[in-house]
């Protein structure tokens, strides 16, 4: 397993300035933010994050776009968000499972994104990418089940699971869920607060659930992946917080 940063750690800093920081802490890649850090020139911001990247001997393992399968702006996006992702040179496309919740959800909701869903992998598998499906709250993945079943029903090589620890769920229910769904996850975005429910960002050794233990998880069940770290605490200068995650996760394997 690899550990990388989630750009979108820092807003503030220009995302160069994060890849760096990255390098100094001694992270393996950089998960990109499709939000701000690449944004409408997006062959030259690219290629620089690119550059910069290699100029590191970085890899940037995943694309983190605002994609929504089983939506209308779907369809008007989609080629466009894998293209950045190859101009990039990143491996998976980050998307959400569209905008119902898994207890509320419609039927004819969940065929759409799952329609969707292969398409874009079917899509992406021909510029060698893979689709990965954030866990999510306002998404049909914000419970386990349907987590696993969005990923079942699509059931395609090129589409698995962002699994991430949603901070409504006690300790013992988050590792039991990673057990579940490690098998299905292509990649894992880890961040911590100090109690369930909690909002406040803390170090991953200070978080309420035991981020070591869903990291043996998901070593055990073979995962070869990034587990990026998405959000520090504010408590400290970023370059410590993120330093203080990097040694943590170190630790822990």
């Given at each position: 397993?690899?550990?990388?940063?989630?750009?979108?750690?820092?807003?503030?800093?220009?995302?160069?300035?994060?890849?760096?920081?990255?390098?100094?802490?001694?992270?393996?890649?950089?998960?990109?933010?499709?939000?701000?850090?690449?944004?409408?020139?997006?062959?030259?911001?690219?290629?620089?994050?690119?550059?910069?990247?290699?100029?590191?001997?970085?890899?940037?393992?995943?694309?983190?776009?605002?994609?929504?399968?089983?939506?209308?702006?779907?369809?008007?996006?989609l080629t466009h968000e894998l293209e950045v992702a190859v101009?990039?040179?990143?491996?998976?496309?980050?998307?959400?499972?569209?905008?119902?919740?898994?207890?509320?959800?419609?039927?004819?909701?969940?065929?759409?994104?799952?329609?969707?869903?292969?398409?874009?992998?079917?899509?992406?598998?021909?510029?060698?990418?893979?689709?990965?499906?954030?866990?999510?709250?306002?998404?049909?993945?914000?419970?386990?089940e349907g987590a696993r079943r969005v990923i079942e029903r699509?059931?395609?090589?090129?589409?698995?699971?962002?699994?991430?620890?949603?901070?409504?769920?006690?300790?013992?229910?988050?590792?039991?869920?990673?057990?579940?769904?490690?098998?299905?996850?292509?990649?894992?975005?880890?961040?911590?607060?100090?109690?369930?429910?909690?909002?406040?960002?803390?170090?991953?050794?200070?978080?309420?659930?035991?981020?070591?233990?869903?990291?043996?998880?998901?070593?055990?069940?073979g995962f070869d992946g990034f587990a990026n770290v998405e959000?520090?605490?504010?408590?400290?200068?970023?370059?410590?917080?993120?330093?203080?995650?990097?040694?943590?996760?170190?630790?822990?394997?």
């Open positions: 397993m690899l550990f990388g940063l989630c750009t979108i750690s820092n807003k503030e800093m220009d995302v160069l300035d994060v890849i760096d920081a990255a390098v100094d802490a001694g992270y393996d890649g950089v998960e990109v933010w499709g939000g701000d850090h690449v944004s409408n020139d997006k062959d030259a911001e690219c290629t620089a994050i690119r550059e910069r990247v290699e100029t590191h001997e970085l890899s940037i393992p995943v694309y983190g776009s605002y994609l929504r399968p089983g939506t209308d702006a779907f369809a008007d996006q101009t990039l040179g990143a491996d998976l496309v980050r998307v959400w499972a569209g905008n119902q919740e898994w207890q509320d959800h419609h039927d004819h909701h969940l065929d759409a994104v799952v329609a969707d869903l292969r398409e874009a992998a079917d899509s992406a598998a021909e510029r060698n990418l893979a689709i990965t499906v954030e866990k999510h709250e306002g998404t049909l993945t914000n419970t386990t699509v059931s395609h090589p090129h589409c698995g699971l962002n699994y991430q620890p949603l901070f409504g769920m006690n300790a013992a229910t988050i590792a039991s869920e990673s057990r579940e769904l490690a098998p299905i996850s292509n990649n894992v975005h880890l961040q911590a607060v100090p109690e369930q429910g909690g909002r406040k960002r803390c170090l991953l050794a200070n978080a309420f659930y035991d981020v070591g233990t869903v990291i043996r998880v998901f070593q055990d069940a959000f520090v605490t504010d408590d400290l200068p970023y370059s410590k917080a993120i330093a203080h995650d990097r040694a943590y996760l170190r630790s822990v394997v």
